[in-house]
T-cell receptor, first 115, second 113 residues
Framework: AQSVAQPEDQVNVAEGNPLTVKCTYS??????LFWYVQYPNRGLQFLLK??????LVKGSYGFEAEFNKSQTSFHLKKPSALVSDSALYFC?????????????FGKGTTLSVSS | EAQVTQNPRYLITVTGKKLTVTCSQN?????MSWYRQDPGLGLRQIYY???????DKGDVPEGYKVSRKEKRNFPLILESPSPNQTSLYFC????????????FGPGTRLTVT
């Protein structure tokens, strides 16, 4: 069965510092990995995805994520955090061997960037 | 503007009173899905549809029904709502399946008393 874990409920960083939001996954085949962001009172917005290819994926708003197959991780990163990055972040995974199955979401990590 | 719309945005109802939450997308997407979001549990998929007249259960389908008679619409039906269905509901669509970027609606906050 596929699963995804976000080990931190909350991440606090100061504006201008680098940020990392962690995600680990478990699938039987090859993973399709996603990051979504949710701002207050809004639906989720797509940030980036990894399907195949380069392990470093660049996405919207200056975010990037690194796929690490040996550690089964897909951590979200940004070199310099902004206060406006404060939001709820979700990692999601799908197993490429299971066509038509659900995209499994993590429980979410609240990112708080202080000025 | 490409978008997913949901109605209503807020709904308070009583146990047992049938309700429907509508979802519509204008992007000609084949794949549509319903999720519920609960604190500490993240998003869990209720039902999804790969195309017209093709629907399947997600992780938490009990107490819900869906239909996909037209490509653009994917209503969520609660035949007999119960308090444990109080939640924030999101509809989403993507081009073809969950491997593609999903576009989410603004959410429907449902309270069942």
């Amino acid at each position: 069965a596929q699963s995804v874990a976000q080990p931190e409920d909350q991440v606090n960083v100061a504006e201008g510092n680098p940020l990392t939001v962690k995600c680990t996954y478990s699938v039987s085949g090859n993973p399709y990995l996603f990051w979504y962001v949710q701002y207050p009172n809004r639906g989720l917005q797509f940030l980036l995805k990894y399907i195949t290819g380069d392990n470093l994926v660049k996405g919207s708003y200056g975010f990037e994520a690194e796929f690490n197959k040996s550690q089964t991780s897909f951590h979200l990163k940004k070199p310099s955090a902004l206060v406006s990055d404060s939001a709820l972040y979700f990692c999601a995974v799908r197993d490429d061997h299971q066509a038509g199955t659900a995209l499994i979401f993590g429980k979410g990590t609240t990112l708080s960037v202080s000025s | 503007e490409a978008q997913v719309t949901q109605n209503p945005r807020y709904l308070i109802t009583v146990t047992g009173k049938k309700l429907t939450v509508t979802c519509s997308q204008n992007m000609n997407h084949e794949y549509m899905s319903w999720y519920r979001q609960d604190p500490g549990l993240g998003l869990r998929q209720i039902y999804y549809s790969m195309n017209v007249e093709v629907t399947d259960k997600g992780d938490v389908p009990e107490g819900y029904k869906v239909s996909r008679k037209e490509k653009r619409n994917f209503p969520l039906i609660l035949e007999s709502p119960s308090p444990n269905q109080t939640s924030l509901y999101f509809c989403a669509s993507s081009l073809q399946g969950s491997s593609y970027e999903q576009y989410f609606g603004p959410g429907t906050r449902l309270t069942v008393t």
